[in-house]
């Protein structure tokens, strides 16, 4: 979403990135899930990684002013998401910090406000699936799944590499927090390259449904998500193929890329 928004012309200054364009832009917002959809998209995420009280204060707001834009953010996002019609609506929270930063975590107090805050207005909302994305710090993500008990919830990890967070947390720590509250564990936001070294990891001690969806760049993405160098379609294409002979339940692509590789899986998946 996010740089699909940019390369629409949307500006997205941080810390709240795409938050706003729920609110200034929607019909871009509304016609990139629907771009989506049709290209063959099952799952559409809302547009929601910094719609939380903690981004709006951030940015200068007061606590209630924070606290009412960050929530008709996310409700504008949730139908703007839904009248795209998906299969499946997924409420899309991230890390309370930059997803690239876990060294900024904020503590126990301020991500059981967060978390418990956004979820409750996702519940509200009446989205299908919690979706916890680029969650790479060991204790956020305990904290993260805590806070969704109840519902159904998607967890999706960002790594260093084959066998840590990125925060340096074993990989291996997360299964156990995982087990009996997960219902889908995956890989996103990651390279190439180190998501291919960290899938072996999860397939060998996660005996669940699982997913997948890299993000497109050949180096590390930027904190605003800007891209200059990225796989190319022929390489996308055979990476693709590769993931779906090991038979993830949830498959995808995460920044930089655009609906027609959504479209590029659709006809790998229904040939």
Known sequence: MGTELMARGVNLPLPLWSAESNLTDPEVVQAIHEDYVNAGADIIGTNTFRTTTWTYRKAGYSPKRAQERAKSSLMKAVELAR???????????????????????????????????????????????????????????????????????????????????????????????????????????????????????????????????????????????????????RSFSKIISQYLELNPKVIGSCCGSTPKHTEMIYKMVNP
């Open 83 to 233: 009248n795209s019609h998906p299969r499946i609506l997924a409420g899309s929270i991230t890390s309370i910090e930059d997803c690239y930063s876990p060294e900024l975590f904020p503590g126990r107090g301020a991500s059981e406000d967060t978390y418990g805050e956004t979820v409750e207005w996702f519940k509200d909302a009446g989205v299908d699936v919690i979706l916890f994305e680029t969650m790479g710090h060991l204790e956020e993500i305990d904290i993260a799944l805590k806070s969704a008990q109840g519902h159904e919830i998607w967890l999706s990890l960002i790594v260093k590499d084959g066998d840590h967070l990125l925060s340096g947390h074993p990989l291996k720590s997360v299964y156990p927090l995982a087990k009996d509250n997960v219902d889908v564990l995956m890989l996103n936001c990651s390279t190439v390259e180190k998501t291919n070294l960290a899938l072996g990891n999860l397939n060998k001690h996660w005996d669940g449904d699982w997913g997948v969806y890299p993000n497109l760049g050949l180096t590390e993405p930027e904190p605003d998500g800007k891209m200059d160098k990225k796989v190319d379609d």
